[in-house]
C-alpha cells in the first residue's frame, strides 16, 4: 500500500469551475501536510500547509484535514488555465519524522 | 518564501563521467537538505537526507557509493553521481527546511540530467 496516495486523475474542469484534488495517507501518526504545484520541467512550489483538522483557506485555495479518515483535499475555486499543472499532496511526522512522502500526484487541466 | 538554489539546471554527460550538483539555501541556514530524484511522470523519491556535518543518511536502495552528498556548511549540499550511466538520467531536485518551519521544505529548481 502507497503511503501517500492521490487520485489518480488526471483531471479536467472548465475555466471558473472548482477543481477538487483528494488525498489519503497511512500513516497514522502523520503531523503536517501540505500541497505542491508542480509545472512540467520545474520544481514543485510549496502552495498550502495544514496541520489541524477542518479547512484552511488562501486565496482561491482551501485544503481541508480530517484526520481520522486520514485524507487531505485541496480545493481551488475559479480555476484558471495558469492552474493546469501536476499537484503533489505531501505527509511529514509519525514513523517518517523529518521526511516528506510524496503521493504520485494528480495533472489538472483547466481549459478555457 | 525561502530561496534555495540548485545548479546546473542541466547537464549532458557521456557515461562512466561523475556528475556534480549543488544546493545552497540563500536567505537562511539549512542544518538538513533533502536530495529527491524524480523519473518522467512519476512522483519524487526520496535519495537521501544531507546533515551539515555529518554523514548522509540514504534510504534503501540509493547506492551511497554511487551518490555521494557533502553538506559541508550550513548552506550548502552536493550531490555527485559517480560513473553515471544511462539509467541514472532523471530530474535531481534538492530541498531545505527552514528551522522551526513545521516540515515545510523549499525546493531547489531541479537538475535534468541526461547520461548519453
Known amino acids: 500500500q502507497k503511503e501517500v496516495e492521490q487520485n489518480s486523475g488526471p483531471l479536467s474542469v472548465p475555466e471558473g469551475a472548482i477543481a477538487s484534488l483528494n488525498c489519503t495517507y497511512s500513516d497514522r501518526g502523520s503531523q503536517s501536510f501540505f500541497w505542491y504545484r508542480q509545472y512540467s520541467g520545474k520544481s514543485p512550489e510549496l502552495i498550502m500547509s495544514?496541520?489541524?483538522?477542518g479547512d484552511k483557506e488562501d486565496g482561491r485555495f482551501t485544503a481541508q484535514l480530517n484526520k481520522a479518515s486520514q485524507y487531505v483535499s485541496l480545493l481551488i475555486r475559479d480555476s484558471q488555465p495558469s492552474d493546469s499543472a501536476t499537484y503533489l499532496c505531501?505527509?511529514?511526522?509519525?514513523?517518517?519524522?523529518?521526511?516528506?512522502?510524496f503521493g504520485q500526484g494528480t495533472i489538472l487541466t483547466v481549459h478555457p | 518564501g525561502a530561496v534555495v538554489s540548485q545548479h546546473p539546471s542541466w547537464v549532458i554527460c557521456k557515461s562512466g563521467t561523475s556528475v556534480k550538483i549543488e544546493c545552497r539555501s540563500l536567505?537562511?541556514?539549512?542544518?538538513?537538505m533533502f536530495w529527491y530524484r524524480q523519473f518522467p511522470k512519476q512522483s519524487l523519491m526520496l535519495m537521501a537526507t544531507s546533515n551539515e556535518g555529518s554523514k548522509a543518511t540514504y534510504e534503501q536502495g540509493v547506492e551511497k557509493d554511487k551518490f555521494l552528498i557533502n553538506h559541508a556548511s550550513l548552506t550548502l549540499s552536493t550531490l555527485t553521481v559517480t560513473s553515471a550511466h544511462p539509467e541514472d538520467s532523471s530530474f535531481y531536485i534538492c530541498?531545505?527546511?527552514?528551522?522551526?518551519?513545521?516540515?515545510?521544505?523549499?525546493f531547489g529548481s531541479g537538475t535534468q540530467l541526461s547520461v548519453l
Open positions: 505531501a505527509a511529514a511526522g509519525g514513523t517518517s519524522y523529518g521526511k516528506l512522502t
Open positions: 495544514i496541520y489541524s483538522n
Open positions: 530541498s531545505a527546511r527552514v528551522a522551526g518551519g513545521n516540515e515545510k521544505l523549499f
Open positions: 536567505d537562511f541556514q539549512a542544518t538538513t
